[in-house]
């Protein structure tokens, strides 16, 4: 999650994976993958547990099983991976699709070839246990921690008051200092992804609220896989190679949970495991992870949808902001093909 407009997209862009990223490891996460014949170059924003069908598909040999040798860089936000791609320091990157259609509103390029998050796994915490999910008239006056307009928690809130005519209080915090605000006192609740999410609930804190629970909301393209059109007409191969790896990597996680969580430890170290567990399992039993990865239309039309309410596009729907002009489902109904093919691990 995470948008733009170069204040705007950028700070929508860094906020839901800030947030995601939340007590990642230090270690470098470029890695190199077997000894394909195509190198590829995937800038992710950050390091992230949103992102764990990338290191699945690295961990698990995906990636050199179907040709491709990847290098994953990382950005540090999504403006930063999504100019490397513009610029040529990248041949993909992965954080929130919103940047491909205020790239076409611009005049500029890119396509959405895949599915990395497919749910707004982001919860409503807080000390206080009332189950909100079936009646949200409880947050009426209430004070929320955001962070800032027009990130993503906040569009988040804003929205879903508007949606059931309450009235909260927005307290926004530094992005980091949610859970710490809840816990002095400074505000009742909080929005969060995980692992914080579930940092919040070893310290004593409940989840009351799902996002992605909300059938108004599910599913969402949260995080996607995003490339150029040029780069597939000049590397089909690779291109094919590299979605369907991620198709396999996103099935292995609900086919083996143990080795997605296992993985998961590996690039999170600096957290705790019970922590990284319950931060996945939560992720799977969202479905936060896709299934497979075609982007669908609904799951577009829900991540747009926030994307004008925060005014980090300029019309939805509109020819740069559609599904059509801005979805390639080549590459992920071929990798659906294919991943059938290869069974999973």
């Given at each position: 999650?995470?948008?733009?407009?170069?204040?705007?997209?950028?700070?929508?862009?860094?906020?839901?994976?800030?947030?995601?990223?939340?007590?990642?490891?230090?270690?470098?996460?470029?890695?190199?993958?077997?000894?394909?014949?195509?190198?590829?170059?995937?800038?992710?924003?950050?390091?992230?547990?949103?992102?764990?069908?990338?290191?699945?598909?690295?961990?698990?040999?995906?990636?050199?099983?179907?040709?491709?040798?990847?290098?994953?860089?990382?950005?540090?936000?999504?403006?930063?991976?999504?100019?490397?791609?513009?610029?040529?320091?990248?041949?993909?990157?992965?954080?929130?699709?919103?940047?491909?259609?205020?790239?076409?509103?611009?005049?500029?390029?890119?396509?959405?070839?895949?599915?990395?998050?497919?749910?707004?796994?982001?919860?409503?915490?807080?000390?206080?246990?009332?189950?909100?999910?079936?009646?949200?008239?409880?947050?009426?006056?209430?004070?929320?921690?955001?962070?800032?307009?027009?990130?993503?928690?906040?569009?988040?809130?804003?929205?879903l008051a508007q949606q059931?005519?309450?009235?909260?209080?927005?307290?926004?915090?530094?992005?980091?200092?949610?859970?710490?605000?809840?816990?002095?006192?400074?505000?009742?609740?909080?929005?969060?992804?995980?692992?914080?999410?579930?940092?919040?609930?070893?310290?004593?804190?409940?989840?009351?609220?799902?996002?992605?629970?909300?059938?108004?909301?599910?599913?969402?393209?949260f995080s996607s896989l995003?490339?150029?059109?040029?780069?597939?007409?000049?590397?089909?191969e690779a291109a094919q190679?590299?979605?369907?790896?991620?198709?396999?990597?996103?099935?292995?996680?609900?086919?083996?949970?143990?080795?997605?969580?296992?993985?998961?430890?590996?690039?999170?170290?600096?957290?705790?495991?019970?922590?990284?567990?319950?931060?996945?399992?939560?992720?799977?039993?969202?479905?936060?992870?896709?299934?497979?990865?075609?982007?669908?239309?609904?799951?577009?039309?829900?991540?747009?949808?926030?994307?004008?309410?925060?005014?980090?596009?300029?019309?939805?729907?509109?020819?740069?902001?559609?599904?059509?002009?801005?979805?390639?489902?080549?590459?992920?109904?071929?990798?659906?093909?294919?991943?059938?093919?290869?069974?999973?691990?």
């Amino acid at each position: 999650m995470s948008l733009h407009s170069n204040h705007r997209l950028a700070a929508l862009a860094a906020s839901a994976l800030v947030l995601a990223a939340a007590g990642c490891s230090s270690q470098d996460t470029s890695a190199i993958a077997g000894s394909g014949s195509d190198e590829v170059v995937i800038n992710q924003a950050f390091q992230s547990l949103l992102y764990l069908p990338l290191y699945v598909a690295e961990e698990q040999g995906y990636f050199e099983d179907e040709g491709v040798d990847v290098t994953i860089d990382t950005g540090g936000g999504g403006t930063q991976s999504w100019s490397a791609v513009l610029g040529g320091s990248a041949d993909f990157s992965i954080q929130d699709p919103v940047f491909v259609p205020k790239s076409h509103e611009q005049g500029g390029e890119g396509v959405v070839v895949a599915a990395v998050q497919n749910a707004p796994t982001v919860f409503i915490i807080g000390k206080d246990d009332t189950d909100l999910q079936e009646d949200l008239s409880f947050l009426d006056g209430k004070r929320v921690v955001t962070s800032p307009e027009p990130d993503t928690t906040w569009a988040f809130m804003t929205y879903l008051a508007q949606q059931n005519d309450i009235d909260v209080e927005i307290v926004n915090v530094a992005i980091g200092n949610e859970l710490a605000a809840v816990e002095s006192g400074q505000a009742d609740y909080a929005l969060a992804v995980d692992p914080q999410v579930a940092q919040g609930e070893a310290i004593g804190l409940t989840s009351v609220y799902s996002f992605s629970a909300n059938e108004d909301w599910s599913p969402f393209a949260f995080s996607s896989l995003t490339t150029t059109q040029a780069y597939i007409d000049e590397n089909p191969e690779a291109a094919q190679g590299v979605v369907t790896a991620f198709e396999r990597a996103s099935r292995s996680i609900y086919a083996d949970p143990e080795r997605a969580i296992e993985i998961a430890q590996q690039y999170f170290s600096d957290l705790d495991e019970d922590v990284i567990a319950t931060s996945v399992n939560r992720e799977i039993e969202a479905r936060g992870y896709p299934e497979t990865v075609l982007v669908t239309p609904e799951s577009w039309d829900n991540n747009l949808e926030i994307a004008l309410y925060a005014d980090n596009v300029e019309a939805y729907p509109s020819d740069a902001t559609s599904y059509e002009t801005n979805v390639n489902t080549e590459l992920a109904e071929q990798a659906a093909v294919e991943a059938d093919e290869a069974g999973t691990e």
